[in-house]
């Protein structure tokens, strides 16, 4: 079983919509999650960490579920500039390991 | 803003060569790691280092060594290149402390063994 599972997509969305992106982890001590955001040929850039009690920041909300393991990514009303694959991120569960392991990544599509 | 630079954006080699992928930050970040991003792999890790001398293997270091003479630079090497080790290389930093810090990604380099 892979570390960090994400659905690999394409999701292609229509301009506006809402849309949801899930994503498991396999080590139960994992500390730390983000969402980076990456686009054609460019290098990953964080989105945003993912916090337990669930975040916001601005149209993007992520929320982390520890017992069931998965963590999702909510995009209200995209945009064409949202269009970029996605990687779900996990942090290693020992203190000062900075190790990060890495979801393959969905692809979303926002459609005119 | 943090500034990871590596040293060329495309780069051609011949199989058997000994190829050196370079990598500089200039935040006086203790953490530098070297990724390969394949398509349906996603990122993966080949080796990281938290201190200047100082390396750890990660995921995939087989065929891959790393130098870490200075805290600002971060070498990739690969020893004797092979075609299977073509692929998009990633340079990568963070600071000290743990938390939700990121990681600072360079621009990639391309690399084509032939």
């Known amino acids: 079983r892979k570390e960090v599972e994400q659905d690999p997509g394409p999701f292609n969305v229509p301009e506006g919509a809402t849309v949801a992106f899930n994503c498991t982890y396999s080590n139960s001590a994992s500390q730390s999650f983000f969402w980076y955001r990456q686009d054609c040929r460019k290098e990953p850039k964080l989105l945003m960490s993912v916090y337990s009690s669930g975040n916001e920041d601005g149209r993007f909300t992520a929320q982390l579920n520890r017992a069931s393991q998965y963590i999702s990514l909510l995009i209200r009303d995209s945009k064409l500039s949202d269009s970029a694959t996605y990687l779900c991120?996990?942090?290693?569960?020992?203190?000062?390991?900075?190790?990060?392991?890495f979801g393959t990544g969905t692809r979303l599509t926002i459609i005119p | 803003d943090v500034k990871v630079t590596q040293s060329s954006r495309y780069l051609v080699k011949r199989t058997g060569e000994k190829v050196f992928l370079e990598c500089v930050q200039d935040m006086d970040h203790e953490n530098m790691f070297w990724y390969r991003q394949d398509p349906g792999l996603g990122l993966r890790l080949i080796y990281f280092?938290?201190?200047?001398?100082?390396?750890e293997k990660g995921d995939i270091p087989e065929g891959y060594s790393v130098s870490r003479e200075k805290k600002e630079r971060f070498s990739l090497i690969l020893e004797s290149a092979s075609t299977n080790q073509t692929s998009m290389y990633l340079c990568a930093s963070t600071g000290e402390g743990g938390g939700n810090q990121p990681q600072h990604f360079g621009d990639g380099t391309r690399l084509s063994i032939l």
């Open positions: 991120v996990v942090k290693g569960s020992n203190f000062g390991n900075e190790k990060l392991t």
């Open positions: 280092s938290y201190d200047v001398k100082m390396k």
